[in-house]
């Protein structure tokens, strides 16, 4: 196995290319690495973005706050310019795996595993990020919505392709969001449930919701009708449990031995969706 | 093989590796470090904790690669020769050791915590520990071996 370290963004291309489908992107490498070693995937070549300048950091760029993709979950749950316009993003990274994994794992990561209750992507999902994606011959900006293909599958083919950073839009004044988890233990452990969700709510009516939950599908999943019912209400004590309860009509939650039937989860993810809302109307 | 130029616990090496091995088996199979622990060998147990140019790494999901140009500090490195750290001597004070074995692990995240903050809240010690399992004591003497520990080290005292 070669281990290329690479300093920008465009060497780590080039060592992709030259590595003709048989590297990989890595980054934090916390699950990579368990991977390999498991047998679960293979690379010739590993593609460390870890050291290059142009992918690390946290900046505010405009009227949007760029997060490069080497960027640690502790760093962004610690940042500054996070923690002032979304500290629920600070939460989310903050409540994945433990501080060890957080030190070396980045937001980008947990997005590209794809894993369906992942925290620190359910609580950027409903923030309207922009993926930034070079590929050999250009850039693409993708949704975070176009991330998953299945349970654990990314779009990404991460030996041809590379994020480089996510662009979250500044929050206006009326727009606030949330992240909760339902928890067995705080630390490494994938919660029982998860939701976040941004709200425009400007004269006591919602103007939009973004409201994303797990695992309860593929991905970071919208509660669309949830959504949908919501706007032009406001956010009293019975429409948030009553947008709690249509969360249920978009999840599909399945059976944990650890973290939880189904059943369990159908009867708890509006009691998680209700208290996200009643988060984001306390900030008001 | 790769040219790796690392600082483990003050010593400069630059060394060859095979690129396939991670942080924790180089430490224990190349430098004889063997206090570091592997316990899951997925980042989970935090048994192979080690300080990575100031911050808490679990060594067993890092690929020895990543260690290019950092520091490194084991348990090794934390007494000086005989002289136990202020961290170490209230593990054994408070008794908050018991099969040993992820005790390294344990003050290695203590230590990474109390070097940038020796004034923790009960909560800032749960959260630098929450990624270290214990089978053995339970948590209380840990947490009571840090703070007592961080105590000593706000009135100036390190093993060195």
């Not at chain 1, 749950?77 to 994945?96: F, H, M």
């Not at chain 2, 090496?13 to 430490?27: N, Q």
Request: glycine content about 10%; some cysteine.
């Amino acid at each position: 196995m070669k281990y290329v370290i690479a300093q920008s963004a465009e060497e780590a291309l080039k060592a992709l290319k030259d590595a003709e489908g048989r590297g990989t992107i890595i980054a934090g490498g916390t699950d990579v690495m368990v991977e390999l070693h498991e047998g679960e995937r293979t690379a010739e070549v590993l593609v460390d973005i870890t050291k290059a300048a142009d992918l690390r950091g946290i900046r505010i760029d405009g009227k949007e706050i760029v997060i490069g993709s080497a960027a640690t979950l502790s760093e962004i749950a610690s940042d500054p310019i996070v923690r002032q316009y979304y500290p629920s993003l600070c939460k989310g990274t903050g409540s994945v795996g433990s501080l060890q994994i957080r030190n070396t794992g980045t937001l980008v990561g947990n997005i590209v595993t794809a894993q369906p209750a992942a925290d620190g992507a359910m609580s950027v999902a409903p923030l309207n990020p922009v993926i930034v994606v070079r590929t050999f011959d250009g850039e693409k900006r993708l949704k975070i919505s176009d991330m998953y293909v299945g349970f654990g599958k990314t779009a990404l083919d991460t030996s041809k392709e590379l994020v480089t950073e996510i662009r979250i839009p500044v929050p206006e004044k009326d727009e606030k969001a949330s992240f909760v988890r339902l928890e067995l233990r705080k630390s490494l452990s994938l919660p029982m449930l998860n939701a976040a969700a941004m709200v425009k709510y400007s004269e006591n009516k919602v103007v939009w919701a973004r409201i994303t939950m797990g695992p309860v599908g593929v991905g970071p999943t919208r509660a669309a009708a949830a959504e949908e019912w919501l706007k032009g209400k406001e956010l009293t004590e019975e429409n948030m449990a009553e947008a709690g309860r249509l969360a249920l009509k978009d999840a599909n939650p399945r059976s944990n031995p650890l973290r939880g039937s189904r059943e369990y989860r159908e009867h708890s993810l509006p009691i998680i969706i209700r208290r996200v809302l009643e988060d984001i109307k306390a900030q008001f | 093989m790769e040219k790796l130029n690392v600082t483990v616990n003050g010593k400069f090496m630059s060394v060859d590796v095979d690129p396939e091995l991670c942080l924790a088996d180089f430490l224990r199979d190349r430098l004889f470090l063997t206090g570091t622990k592997i316990g899951c060998g997925k980042g989970e147990c935090g048994a192979c904790t080690v300080i990575m140019d100031g911050k808490a790494v679990t060594s067993c999901i890092i690929p020895v690669m990543r260690a290019e140009g950092s520091v490194i500090e084991t348990i090794e490195g934390v007494s000086d020769g005989d002289k136990l750290h202020p961290i170490q001597e209230e593990f054994i004070n408070k008794g908050a050791i018991q099969c040993g074995f992820c005790t390294p692990g344990m003050i290695m995240s203590s230590k990474a915590l109390l070097d940038r903050n020796n004034d923790p809240t009960a909560d800032e010690v749960k959260e630098a520990l929450g990624g270290n399992i214990c089978r053995c004591t339970g948590y209380v003497k840990i947490e009571e071996a840090v703070m007592s520990a961080a105590e000593r080290m706000r009135n100036g005292e390190t093993s060195k």
